[in-house]
């Protein structure tokens, strides 16, 4: 059972956009902690996506944005390509546990 | 090029111990807090545990699955962080990666090692 909830999987066509969700509580996004988003492709270490819970790092296309609201974040990915084909996870710190934590994972499959 | 690299993992019984390295390069270790993530097989990331720098004072903190059993330590003179892993059971299996924040972004963490495999047998 993971902190922050997320679906287990989403799937569209390439050109569409998706939305996945990362859910929390008041001991960690409600709290106002950052959170931070990471594409992981198989077999290889996760990659930062999405950082302070809206920004996109160096090299990130424009086609992926973030936003918190609440006890809730989301990651909306637009134009979907083959390549962004992945799995994602969402981050936040929380303060009940004293740990970072992340979300359960979304696999996103390209139609 | 900015990297992180882990070794030390392998396979191991259950209740023995391991040590796991991460090596940086090309980017100032001095200040680094270092975290490892673990992954078992098929499931999500899960922090483990965090060490951070000399100059903070050197504090270390872990996720309550590896407290008492693991314990993070680092020697700046190698640029390497050390993860001592005592008493592993077998839900200790899983790809561990060290990572740390450059700062550029935050906190987040955004310099990751390629990951090294650990497998606990019962």
């Known amino acids: 059972q993971s902190v922050l909830t997320q679906p287990p999987s989403v799937s569209g066509a390439p050109g569409q956009r998706v939305t996945i969700s990362c859910t929390g509580s008041s001991s960690n996004i409600g709290g106002g902690y950052d959170v931070h988003w990471y594409q992981q492709l198989p077999g290889t270490a996760p990659r930062l996506l999405i950082y302070v819970n809206n920004f996109r790092p160096s090299g990130v296309p424009d086609r992926f944005s973030g936003s918190k609201s609440g006890t809730s974040a989301s990651l909306a990915i637009t134009g979907l390509q083959a390549e962004d084909e992945a799995d994602y996870y969402c981050q936040s710190y929380d303060s009940s546990l004293s740990v970072w934590v992340f979300g359960g994972g979304t696999r996103l499959t390209v139609l | 090029e900015v990297q992180l690299v882990e070794s030390g993992g392998g396979l191991v019984k259950s209740g023995g111990s391991l040590r796991l390295s991460c090596v940086a390069s090309?980017?100032?270790?001095?200040?680094?807090?270092v975290n490892w993530v673990r992954q078992p097989p098929g499931k999500r990331l899960e922090w483990v545990g965090r060490?951070?720098?000399?100059?903070?004072?050197?504090?270390?903190d872990y996720a309550a699955p590896v407290r008492g059993r693991f314990t993070l330590s680092r020697d700046d003179s190698k640029n390497t962080v050390y993860l001592q892993m005592d008493s592993l059971r077998t839900e200790d299996t899983a790809v561990y990666f060290c990572t740390t924040f450059s700062g550029t972004y935050d906190d987040a963490f955004d310099i990751w090692g390629q990951g090294t495999k650990v497998t606990v047998s019962s």
């Open positions: 060490i951070k720098s000399v100059t903070d004072g050197v504090p270390t």
């Open positions: 090309a980017f100032s270790f001095t200040n680094a807090w």
